[in-house]
């Protein structure tokens, strides 16, 4: 009796053993193939130079070996989340994913730190049905996602997106070592993530700086070519005034040219450093009291004569009260949208300079009766050099628009633009009102 009591001690002692190295192996397994599962990640994810890509191949990563379901959502305008990717292991679901962004995430559900839920409450399940439900709410309504894990990604030190993986159909659980796969696996991404990001403001940086050569390019090339017409002048003239005739008359008609050259010289020279002191933030106004019916009759005795050579109609109109203003650079203002109207306005045509005012602010406008511009056009139009499509009979820098943007600004208004194609182009522009006006 006593042997066989021994003999069953061994054989207990002996299965026990054997559990333990059974345990062993299959931890030691599990641990293979999870360093296995990372090692293959980081390879797919370590070529990766687009943000968005880096997510949609965590969600393809994830299925089968970490989820049944993964709905990665991205931190948009550092607000709100929005749908980058939905990958499934169930045959419905195209289906079910279609259903899934139809709601949108909010970023009050990116968690500081990574959630585990083993089991969800199926008091919760019906809750998914809200319009905005969180992720994992989605999934379980319309998945039958039973368990999960929230994953928040970190990059550069704050939430760039969040990664929600889910066992359904396959009828796996959770535990502390699928959360601590996904944990891996989610630094794993943030790092790629931040590299990519990395690169994109590289790139970005570096289109930014060749389209600043460019427009360097551009400006001398330009500059050179406005400059040239007005020394060619200059030269002729003094040519004309040194070749022996000295009659009064022709003296003072190319005395007249010279100055005239001189003068567009001493604008483009003007425009150019008005420029660089609005880049610069350097631009400087003296603001005092004035009204804008003056203003707008000043503006009208120097560009009238100019729409009158072109047989166009200038009308200026409306009342307001006294505006606190730069009194030139908001003549520069009027002439530099007024100029433009002109320009773009065909003969016969008609430009209306009115004035309005409410409780803050004096309201200028300027409505021509030209050809107009596309949505597109109007996105643009304040931008240096920027002329649209009449850049092929330009005249001039393109930077009248831009100088009146900057010096509205520097006044503490706002500027901008309404058009249609054919149907003309109206530009305000507003100006605080003088105090006790």
Partial sequence: MERTHLDALELATLQQELAVERAGR?????????LAFLYGATATLGGLTDPDAVLA????????DLADW?????LAGGERLERAVVTHLDPRGAEIAA???AGAARATDVAPDPELMVEIPSHLVEVGARPEP???LALAHHAGVRSCVVLPLIANGAPYAIATFGFAESGRRYGVDELALAVDLGARVALVVEAALAHRAERAARAEAEKAVRMRDDLLAIVSHDLRNPLSAIDLAATLLTDGTFHEASVVKRAKVIRRSVEAMQRLIEDLLDLARIRAGTL?????AQSPQLLLREAEGLLGPLAIDRRQTLVIGGDAPE????????IQVLSNLVGNAIKHTPPEGRIEVTVSHDAREVTFAVADSGAGMSAEQLTHVFDRHWQGDRAAARKGLGLGLTIASGIVQAHGGRIWARSEPGRGSTFFFTVPRAAGE
């Fill in 70 to 74: 993964c709905v990665v959502d991205r």
């Fill in 26 to 34: 299959r931890a030691a397994e599990l641990t293979q193939q999870r």
């Fill in 99 to 101: 259903r899934l962004r």
């Fill in 57 to 64: 191949t965590l969600a393809a990563l994830a299925i089968p």
């Fill in 284 to 288: 400087g106004i003296a603001t005092t």
């Fill in 323 to 330: 505006i606190l203003v730069d009194r030139d650079r908001i």
């Fill in 134 to 136: 969180p992720a994992y």
